[in-house]
């Protein structure tokens, strides 16, 4: 026999030998256990998300000019109204004189226009002063006519009979003619007197045309010298709301094009509110129906120290967003440790099970979507296949599991018959 092998089989007993001895001389392996517990158990899903700002803007230019202020920078907190920059017009300070110039033309314009209609209106009295006077006298002008020609009648008759002269007649006729030219004589004398009250009262509506067209040129002059105030006004750039200046584009002196015309009018300032943010998760397509407003939220990341971020889902979008299939929702915090732009992992509870069968997550080992726990049975340790539910890896809902098992959970590295030593959590042994 070769003495290799010899040697080989007396190390291997030696081995053996020596293993026993330590094992012997250790005892049963101490462990903790937990009996199966009823709790809530929640089924959750972990996803990334984006931090943003809770309104976000580019300010731009509202009218074109220079730059003549610009009195915020990157980082800066600005209050809503507040003024960040000021363009200057050159052009603008004679262009206003022009149109002041304008209105005060138009008010004089309006004040001509009234002494206009004063002198018309004085004149249509004038006119109308001797109106009835010679309507009366037309009046009485007919009647004496009237009366001569029954006495030209009578004398006729009488000439007739004998009863009257040649000469009476022809006084009467005569009287007759002059009667008749007395009368045209005072008409025509009316329609003299009614023709300047007629020159009077157009001139007098001429008058009040020129009063309204005084006050439209008035008008005008306002309406455009109030444009170019609020165009004035444009000049000051304000904060639309509380915000932070993201980033400066513009400086002192340069050229600013406004939206008054132009495509593409100047970007002077990105602002970022600074009241709140908006944390956005996206949800899968198969977990939509899961999600509301309410469903509870963790947010953890790289640049959250310390405790998680505890909030709930405000706002569940309408719309599923086509190019990854999944749904927006929004969470609302103004918690300082986050910052827009940052990049997060949101911690969303799906599903709640209540007081259902529980042993601890760190209990369960899985292999190949298999799971077991490990059990003391008889101061064994002994490999039990369950099945899990819920696991909200604190707690984990176990549906074929005895109620009176004692679950080991600190089970790494036990082996099927190994012996253990059962203790309480506090160390005692039980």
Request: with cysteine; glycine share 6%; charged share 25%.
């Amino acid at each position: 026999m070769s003495a290799k092998p010899l040697l080989s089989g007396v190390f291997a007993v030696s081995i053996l030998a020596l293993c026993s001895s330590i094992l012997a001389q250790s005892g049963p392996r101490a462990v903790k256990v937990m009996r199966p517990m009823r709790a809530d158990v929640d089924r959750t899903i972990e996803l990334p998300a984006d931090v943003m700002a809770y309104r976000e803007t580019m300010v731009k230019a509202r009218t074109s000019g220079y730059l003549k202020e610009v009195l915020v920078d990157r980082g800066d907190r600005v209050k809503a109204g507040q003024t960040l920059a000021v363009i200057d017009r050159p052009e603008d300070k004679p262009m206003r004189r022009v149109m002041e110039r304008e209105r005060e033309v138009a008010l004089q314009e309006i004040q001509l226009a009234h002494a206009a209609v004063a002198v018309a209106m004085s004149r249509v009295t004038a006119a109308g002063s001797g109106l009835d006077a010679a309507r009366a006298e037309v009046e009485a002008k007919k009647v004496a006519l009237e009366l001569l020609e029954k006495n030209l009648v009578r004398y006729r008759s009488l000439k007739a009979e004998g009863s009257a002269t040649a000469q009476q007649l022809d006084e009467a006729e005569a009287a007759v003619r002059q009667g008749h030219a007395a009368h045209v004589t005072q008409k025509a004398q009316l329609l003299v007197i009614e023709a300047s009250i007629a020159e009077a009262k157009a001139m007098q509506t001429k008058a009040d045309g020129g009063v309204l067209l005084a006050r439209a040129h008035a008008e005008a002059a306002k309406a455009r010298l109030e444009l170019f105030q609020r165009r004035t006004e444009l000049k000051v750039v304000r904060a639309p709301f509380d915000a932070i200046v993201v980033k400066r584009m513009v400086h002192e002196g340069a050229l600013a094009l406004g939206g008054d015309g132009n495509s593409n009018p100047t970007t002077l300032f990105h602002l970022i509110s600074s009241d709140a943010l908006r944390v956005v998760i996206p949800i899968p397509e198969s977990e939509i129906r899961f999600v509301k407003k309410g469903s509870k939220v963790e947010i953890r990341g790289s640049g959250i120290h310390g405790e998680a971020l505890l909030a709930t889902v405000q706002r569940v979008s309408a719309l599923l967003d086509m190019k990854n299939r999944s749904l927006p929702v929004e969470v609302l915090s103004d918690d300082p440790r986050l910052v827009a732009g940052m990049g997060v992992y949101a911690l969303i509870t799906l599903e709640t099970k209540t007081s259902v069968m529980t042993v601890p997550s760190e209990a369960l080992s899985f292999r190949k979507k298999k799971a077991w726990l490990w059990a003391a049975v008889d101061g064994k340790a002994k490999k039990l296949p369950v099945k899990v539910g819920y696991n909200d890896l604190i707690r984990a809902e176990v549906l074929d599991l005895n109620p009176d098992t004692q679950v080991i959970v600190n089970s790494a590295g036990l082996s099927e018959g190994a012996p253990v030593r059962v203790v309480s959590t506090d160390g005692e042994a039980k």
